[in-house]
């Protein structure tokens, strides 16, 4: 069925492009024309995600009724899509956590789908939280499908919407090494995406996006293009506050920033004064906000993010060697993904006997307390 989908889509987009580009050429800027070609792009992307999350929203649906009365508890018929859904997460296949569309999470089905999960796998479910967040078309999915030899949708422009969860069985005999039987990932959209960008509430849905997705992990790599790193400073400033509050609770979440397209060697030695008045600038953001919570005592961000100004700085080649579509891939692209994968999972096995590993329950209990919880107030 992927394969199908992904022949289909294949072809009626080369076409879609095709149109787009003539009309480009031959016709006035015509917003309604190029918004209408925009959403059969959008729609002729069509693969098995798709599927589950319909399947989702018949699931939804037929809970509300059941709970307003309307439907009786007997008359159900989708009681076995959770189950469904838990088996192709168990096959490699991703879930929607966050409809990109309407920027909501259904929560009874996500709640349904991972408990059953939880209860196929036998309890045994102790997972690592890994998301990934960054601005639009920095390469976020390429940079997950390298690390971890995963199928995320990746294309220029804006692909990934809302976010996706994909989980990754750990090697046995790794696994009592590691702490965990599971790494679930998250991979998110692109913030500050241009088409979003004249809306009114743009800035609260990357507000709430960026929270809640850091809010659910233990590690969150920071995907910045090049060595610049203010782009991604009202991304982290979105998120102070609400770590702030999470710090109350004990949760403080190790975050890697990623600076893709950086081929210089030296990079990271030449870099240094970058990284250290982006350091104090992140510490001035929580003294404000630290100020704006009635926080008594002096706080930096290290205190309320496991961040180390050396250690957590990561300088990626670009991934193709010259100009597509005849360049090959970098190699070095690859080796550096590859030291950073190996140092998340040292990184894990030093902290696995301080950190008690969280579990589906735990997770599903932290995506409502997150998503019920006030965020933009916070912010």
């Not at 030291?339 to 696995?352: Q, T």
Request: proline content about 3%; glycine content about 6%.
């Amino acid at each position: 069925m992927k394969f199908g989908l992904d022949h289909i889509t294949r072809e009626n987009l080369s076409k879609l492009w095709d149109q787009y580009k003539e009309k480009c050429k031959n016709s006035k800027d015509d917003p309604k024309m190029f918004a209408e070609l925009d959403k059969l792009i959008s729609a002729s992307s069509l693969g098995v995600q798709h599927f589950m999350c319909e399947l989702g929203q018949f699931y939804e649906a037929e809970c509300s009724m059941v709970k307003e009365g309307k439907m009786a508890e007997s008359q159900r018929q989708f009681t076995h899509l959770p189950g469904i859904a838990a088996d192709l997460m168990l096959e490699g296949f991703p879930m929607e956590i966050i409809d990109g569309d309407v920027s909501n999470i259904s929560l009874q089905w996500v709640t349904d789908v991972l408990s059953q999960l939880h209860a196929k796998l036998g309890g045994r479910s102790k997972i690592l939280v890994l998301t990934v967040l960054g601005v639009q078309s920095t390469g976020k999915s390429t940079l997950l499908n390298t690390m971890f030899g995963l199928q995320f949708a990746v294309s220029s422009g804006r692909c990934t919407r809302g976010a996706f969860t994909l989980l990754i069985k750990v090697a046995e005999n790794f696994q009592q090494e590691l702490g965990r039987d599971f790494i679930l990932v998250i991979d998110t959209e692109g913030l500050k995406a241009p088409e979003l960008a004249k809306l009114e509430d743009s800035y609260q849905h990357d507000n709430e996006l960026a929270t809640l997705v850091i809010g659910l992990s233990d590690i969150t790599i920071l995907n910045m293009a090049m060595e610049n790193a203010t782009g991604m400073k009202d991304v982290l400033q979105i998120v102070v506050h609400a770590f702030l509050r999470m710090e109350k609770i004990g949760k403080k979440t190790n975050s890697q920033f990623v600076h893709q397209n950086v081929s210089d060697v030296s990079a990271h030695e030449q870099n240094m004064r970058d990284r250290k008045h982006l350091l104090e600038q992140l510490n001035e953001m929580t003294k404000a906000a630290a100020n704006m919570e009635k926080k008594c005592k002096e706080m930096n961000f290290s205190d309320i993010m496991d961040y180390d100004l050396e250690k957590h700085n990561w300088y990626i080649p670009a991934l193709w060697h010259g100009v597509p579509p005849v360049a090959p891939v970098n190699l070095g692209y690859s080796q550096k993904v590859y030291e950073l994968k190996k140092y998340l999972f040292e990184f894990l096995k030093d902290c696995s006997q301080e950190r008690t590993p969280n579990d589906i329950p735990l997770f599903l209990a932290w995506v409502r307390s997150l998503w019920n919880a006030p965020i933009t107030s916070c912010l």
